[in-house]
């Protein structure tokens, strides 16, 4: 059985670091993008079963990042989880057309929970 797949997209490095090491230990294959501007390319080249996208990520940010993706027939199925310190992340997230959402500073057990329930 080949790894799932996951696409982190946060500009924070520390953020990357731990969750990285926390999906690859956990069975993920992980890839790493500091900004959001080439979401598409990233998608296409990648092909991840799950993105994780920070609202506060350079370029293009989260919100027309992720609107970007869903626009598109071939990628939109590939579930996208919305993470934010903002307090209004659920309309955030709802605008953005995201499949769930987690707040900032999460709890590394409830992230890959939410992750777990759109990886099937």
């Given at each position: 059985m080949?790894?799932?797949?996951?696409?982190?997209f946060d500009d924070d490095t520390i953020i990357l670091?731990?969750?990285t090491i926390i999906f690859e230990e956990g069975g993920y294959e992980v890839e790493i993008s500091e900004t959001s501007h080439d979401?598409?390319?990233?998608?296409?080249?990648?092909?991840p079963d799950i993105i994780l996208m920070d609202?506060?990520?350079?370029?293009?940010g989260g919100v027309e990042a992720t609107k970007l993706l869903k626009s598109h027939e071939e990628f939109k199925k590939i579930p996208v989880?919305?993470?934010t310190a903002n307090n209004d992340i659920s309309s955030l997230a709802a605008s953005a057309q995201a499949d769930?959402?987690?707040?900032?500073?999460?709890?590394?057990?409830?992230?890959?929970?939410k992750v777990a329930k759109h990886v099937k």
């Open positions: 080949s790894k799932k797949k996951i696409l982190i670091e731990v969750v979401i598409i390319h990233k998608v296409s080249q990648f092909q609202n506060w990520i350079p370029n293009i989880i919305y993470i769930d959402y987690i707040a900032k500073p999460f709890n590394l057990d409830d992230l890959e929970e």
